[in-house]
């Protein structure tokens, strides 16, 4: 069973546009709320995390939210570019050092020229 | 990939036959972590290490041991392979400490035939 549920499971967006990837959990517990970006043939790499004291997050063109209480966190991707073509993962752990991470099953985003 | 290679890159083996992945970093990071990435599962830990000769079983360890003799060097086995066991496999290095960032290897993949 998947501790954390992420969708979609894929996304086509055009150029500009506001994609919104989703996910929700159950444990309380967890307290680290990485998301990860992976393009084909390579290794995932962290884009933004966050913790829950704070409801959002940005680092340039990537923001999270984050809802405590309805146990829910988005990425929001502005103004979105072919090169953000990619997997992203969310991730969860309850580890206050972020070791052991739950992974989302991940959304393949294809943003169109 | 952040100093951390992975091999081999792909591999394709025999039901029944022991094989082994390796992962070395040169970051000498304490942290080393062994995934596996199957479609609609995401990223599923499989053991990590805190430490030389210091393991512990992540969500998805049965079928797999692991061992860590050098900081730099973090080693899967999978004593008799099967089928369920085909996947891509990533190794992942962390410091310690708070907000911690996992960098991924680029991954191996394992056929098992």
């Known amino acids: 069973q998947q501790q954390v549920k992420q969708s979609p499971q894929s996304l086509i967006v055009q150029k500009g546009g506001i994609p919104i990837i989703n996910c929700a959990y159950e444990n309380t517990a967890f307290d680290y709320f990485p998301w990860y970006q992976q393009f084909p043939g390579k290794g995932p790499a962290l884009l933004i995390a966050?913790?829950?004291?704070?409801s959002e997050k940005k680092e340039g063109r990537f923001t999270i939210s984050f809802n405590k209480s309805a146990k829910q966190f988005s990425l929001h991707i502005m103004d979105s570019q072919p090169g953000d073509s990619a997997t992203y993962f969310c991730?969860?752990?309850?580890?206050?050092?972020?070791?052991?991470?739950?992974f989302g099953a991940g959304t393949i985003l294809r943003v169109k020229s | 990939d952040a100093g951390i290679t992975q091999s081999p890159r792909h591999k394709v083996t025999e039901t029944g036959t022991p094989v082994t992945l390796r992962c070395h970093q040169t970051?000498?990071?304490?942290?080393m972590y062994w995934y596996r990435q199957d479609p609609g599962h995401g990223l599923r830990l499989i053991h990590y290490?805190?430490?030389?000769?210091?393991?512990d079983k992540g969500e998805v360890s049965d079928g797999y041991s692991v061992s860590r003799s050098k900081t730099e060097d973090f080693l899967l086995t999978l004593e008799s392979a099967t089928s369920s066991q085909t996947s891509v496999y990533f190794c992942a290095i962390s410091e310690s400490g708070r907000a911690n960032i996992q960098y991924f290897g680029a991954g191996t993949r394992l056929s098992v035939l």
């Open positions: 991730a969860a752990s309850e580890d206050a050092y972020g070791n052991k991470l739950v």
């Open positions: 966050i913790r829950p004291d704070v």
């Open positions: 970051e000498n990071h304490r942290y």
């Open positions: 290490s805190y430490g030389v000769k210091d393991t």
